[in-house]
């Protein structure tokens, strides 16, 4: 009898899933009174290799080889439907938008010790939980071994319904949020950001948020967000929140983002923000000088309570700076600095506290462990149907001479990628990358260097739309 209630308990559970989602659909179909729906998709196969050598500082696999494949399909459902009356000498825009992106693949992997595969990302901190995740994605299969894993399954990543009203628009459910202006890092992207050598960066993932968004002018406008906080645990099974006394992920997170234009010729933008409990204040502006192109990005972070003890300052800064040039030829210049006070400067603090980073690093929100980065990128169509692009980081790190702090020297290391990109034809091409990475690796289990543990790789992507 116990084992029926609990069966009927479950099946419940997903009739009433199924209720609401159904429910949800009928209604973005009944407040759109003309359909206009489009269905496109993106499918791509995917293989990477990776040599690890002596980045990780010890043979815990059984040979340097590591790899990966990937195949992955995306669907996605938009619907808008616009309207306008006029009233006299006015104008009135009216207009319904819904959007459904689901993502279904199969990922496999060798050389994952103790077949750990998803790893947690700075998106989980910012979607629900619950009964409501559990419709929202789901796993058909999944296995792991001592040394490869493999994971089947699919997840909506967008699903929202936008209104407009004249200047007013409303957005509510599963939505990209990308306010970031910079070419390698964005610190305006509070909610997570593309890392500088992500290869798939054509659709931002969304986050559960409430977003208002008001049109003052033709060139001005303003965001309000507002994303309730969950309370996952990490795909290992351990809480979210590393430290007892650290509770920022169970805070509602609320922004407010005004971008206008300054003096007619500089894009300039607000931010202010209480996210994962860290109150934020930034400030922006992109313009061009002769043909350059140059941008600064800034964001002052103040927690309310510090915990970490790497950085026990509550105040820190995430700051990039960068110019744009493309010469005659079409080549196209690219160069950006990273600053991050809640990084490190040194070697020895590195080491020290390699496994108390700060909260923001947790959940991939920090993006270096070091504080200050250059970054350095070229691109160039060699053909109509080619396209090349080189990018270099390059991150410095003190390295004191014995126990005098007044006499050091640096730690350079450095990350290289190289891409070759060729149209196949108008809905599909083929992808070629190579990333080379230089300084001290992984020594007795310490981390000495940003960039010298990452492994040497190449990854092969076919692509193609529908």
């Known amino acids: 009898m116990v084992r029926l209630k609990v069966i009927n308990l479950k099946l419940f559970k997903k009739l009433y899933r199924l209720f609401i989602s159904l429910s949800i659909s009928f209604l973005m179909l009944w407040m759109t009174p003309a359909l206009s729906i489009e269905l496109t998709?993106?499918?791509?196969?995917?293989?990477?290799e990776s040599y690890l050598g002596n980045k990780l500082g010890q043979n815990v696999f059984p040979n340097d080889i590591a790899q990966a494949d990937q195949q992955s399909l995306r669907l996605m459902l938009e619907d808008d439907n616009d309207f306008s009356s006029d009233l006299e000498t006015d104008s009135i825009n009216h207009s319904n938008e819904w959007s459904i992106h689901i993502k279904a693949s199969r990922q496999y992997r060798y050389g994952v010790l103790n077949g750990r595969l998803t790893p947690f990302r700075s998106v989980d901190a910012f979607r629900q939980d619950g009964s409501i995740n559990d419709y929202m994605s789901h796993t058909w299969d999944e296995s792991a071994g001592k040394y490869s894993a493999t994971k089947i399954?699919?997840?909506?990543?967008?699903?929202?319904?936008?209104?407009?009203?004249?200047?007013?628009?409303?957005?509510?459910?599963r939505q990209p949020i990308d306010w970031g202006r910079g070419r390698f890092w964005q610190p305006f992207n509070i909610f997570g950001a593309f890392a500088p050598t992500d290869l798939d960066t054509e659709y931002k993932s969304g986050i559960d948020a409430l977003n208002i968004e008001w049109y003052p002018s033709d060139f001005s406008s303003m965001n309000l967000v507002y994303v309730e906080a969950p309370?996952?645990?990490d795909p290992i099974g351990n809480p979210l929140t590393f430290d007892s006394n650290l509770d920022a992920a169970s805070k509602d997170s609320i922004a407010l983002h005004y971008r206008f234009t300054l003096f007619e010729t500089v894009g300039s933008s607000l931010l202010l923000a209480d996210v994962l409990d860290t109150r934020l204040v930034g400030?922006?502006?992109?313009?061009?000088?002769?043909?350059?192109?140059w941008r600064i990005e800034s964001v002052l972070r103040y927690q309310q309570e510090s915990f970490d003890q790497v950085k026990p300052s509550k105040n820190h800064h995430f700051t990039v700076a960068g110019i744009d040039y493309q010469f005659e030829n079409s080549l196209l210049?690219?160069?950006e600095g990273y600053i991050n006070t809640q990084g490190h400067n040194n070697q020895e603090d590195l080491i020290r506290y390699r496994n108390n980073n700060s909260f923001q690093a947790v959940l991939g929100l920090q993006q270096h462990l070091t504080s200050r980065v250059i970054g350095i990128g070229l691109a160039n169509d060699i053909t109509p149907l080619i396209n090349l692009s080189y990018s270099a980081?390059?991150?410095?790190?003190?390295?004191?001479?014995?126990?005098?702090k007044d006499t050091h020297s640096y730690e350079i290391s450095s990350l290289h990628q190289l891409t070759a990109l060729y149209s196949l034809t108008d809905e599909s091409d083929l992808m070629l990358s190579l990333l080379v990475s230089s300084g001290e690796a992984i020594k007795g289990g310490e981390q000495r260097s940003e960039f010298g543990a990452v492994p040497n790789s190449m990854t092969v992507r076919w692509r193609m739309y529908f």
């Open 153 to 173: 399954g699919y997840e909506i990543d967008r699903l929202s319904y936008k209104h407009t009203y004249d200047r007013v628009s409303v957005t509510v459910g």
């Open 41 to 48: 998709g993106r499918t791509s196969l995917l293989i990477n």
């Open 393 to 404: 980081f390059i991150s410095p790190l003190k390295r004191y001479k014995e126990k005098n």
């Open 283 to 293: 400030v922006s502006f992109e313009s061009d000088i002769n043909g350059m192109g």
């Open 231 to 233: 309370s996952h645990v």
């Open 333 to 335: 210049l690219s160069v």
